[in-house]
């Protein structure tokens, strides 16, 4: 039996502890962007709503949780430049204000890429396929108009999107049936030409998979070698609950830190839905029909698979700060559950959770095991 005076001592200590406690859960991060100070930056691609002000709710996520951002689509090919002589800057010109009033590091997506690209890029007025010496001409007058629009307020560049196939060969996308392997090349030095500050991202998903990974190792491998001005590898990270493992997540980022690249999480969400037999991929123009079964979650997210997506995430951001000295930023795709593209991909008409903000733009479970794995961290 402990004495009088030994109680006390002993209530006076656990009400140390308990004060304690309070006041470090008071002075926690309570927004991402804080949360990961010192780490990496943070972020989410933004779609036309936010970047013109209409979604204000939208908004008020991206400004108070994220230090970074990207643009979903108003930077590709088909929309900024839509035919050979109209460039069209204004929903840019908006994205890049947006990022600026809110003192963001600003990411550009995307210079070269084999989808959303009007097909007179690589066609003459007659019909006929483009030389190698006038694709190379209209790949450079693109990437030094963009990018030389946007010279010292655009930060980073995604120069080159999903040039592999699964199997780590090169795809055989108009580029490189036209140019050859080098257009990759010729992209990263006209994009540094045209911002010599700019740091330039070659980005791609699957890359967990070894023989993609093989792939693109020895690509990168390529690039250094010849002096391309490559800063680092984009890992999409268009992930489900079993893909990637966390072994994998891991030795990917490992086998490009070993090169001396930096890497960034380029387009994070975490698929829930039936994938209808296909294995992993991030190809937009997918399509499958409707089927019974591929969509389970229509009315809404049972709570048993809420808890299953926080703990995904939370395994995720712990192979992130693992390496956070490689690791410069992590971007989700889309802010909350509502603008996801996976919503309708592949199958139309789909409802997809993937994020961790869902469609009130309310905060999930996942969203508070991401903030508990950066607390991790902090000293106790």
């Given amino acids: 039996m402990l004495s009088k005076s ?4 002993c209530l ?22 804080a949360a990961f100070k010192g780490d990496f930056v943070i972020g989410a691609a933004l779609n036309v709503a936010q970047i013109t002000g209409k979604d204000t709710r939208g908004d008020a996520i991206v400004t108070s949780q994220f230090s970074t951002i990207s643009p979903e689509n108003v930077l590709k090919w088909l929309l900024v430049h839509p035919q ?11 994205y890049v204000a947006f990022g600026q009033k809110h003192h963001m590091f600003i990411v550009g997506h995307n210079l070269v890429w084999h989808n959303q690209i009007p097909a007179w890029v690589f066609h003459d007025d007659k019909g ?4 190698r010496d006038a694709l190379l001409a209209r790949m450079r007058d693109h990437i030094h108009t963009v990018v030389g629009r946007y010279k010292g307020k655009i930060q980073s560049w995604d120069v080159v999107n999903e040039a592999l196939n699964e199997d780590g060969t090169m795809r055989d996308s108009f580029w490189h049936k ?24 070659y980005n791609d998903y699957n890359l967990e998979n070894e023989p993609k990974r093989r792939g693109a190792i020895a690509l990168m491998k390529k690039l250094l070698a010849e002096g391309i001005p490559i800063t680092s590898i984009g890992l999409q990270n268009h992930d489900n609950l079993t893909f990637p493992s966390v072994e994998q997540e891991d030795a990917t980022i490992s086998a490009f830190e070993a090169l001396g690249l930096k890497v960034v999480i380029s387009e994070l969400d975490i698929n829930l839905l039936p994938k209808g037999g296909l294995q992993p991929t991030a190809d937009v123009t997918l399509k499958i029909d409707p089927a019974k079964g591929l969509d389970p979650y229509a009315k809404g997210l049972p709570d048993e698979v809420q808890q299953q997506l ?20 992590v971007t989700f795709w889309n802010v909350a559950d509502g603008d996801s593209w996976l919503n309708d991909w592949p199958v139309p ?32």
């Fill in 349 to 380: 008409g789909r409802k997809n959770y993937p994020l961790l903000f869902d469609r009130a733009d309310q905060p999930k479970p996942a969203f508070d095991a991401v903030l508990r794995v950066a607390a991790e961290k902090r000293p106790h």
């Fill in 12 to 33: 006076v200590i656990s009400l140390s502890l308990i004060l304690a406690g309070t006041a470090a859960a008071a002075h926690a991060p309570t927004s991402l962007k």
């Fill in 84 to 94: 050979p002589d109209k460039y069209d800057f204004a929903l840019p010109d908006q």
């Fill in 178 to 201: 036209i140019i050859g392997d080098d257009y990759i090349e010729k992209a990263f030095q006209y994009a540094h030409e045209a911002d010599p500050q700019a740091q330039l991202t």
């Fill in 310 to 329: 926080a703990a995904r995430y939370a395994d995720l951001f712990r192979v992130f700060l693992k390496h956070r000295g490689t690791i410069t930023r």
């Fill in 6 to 9: 030994s109680t006390n001592a």
């Fill in 128 to 131: 006929n396929l483009l030389t």
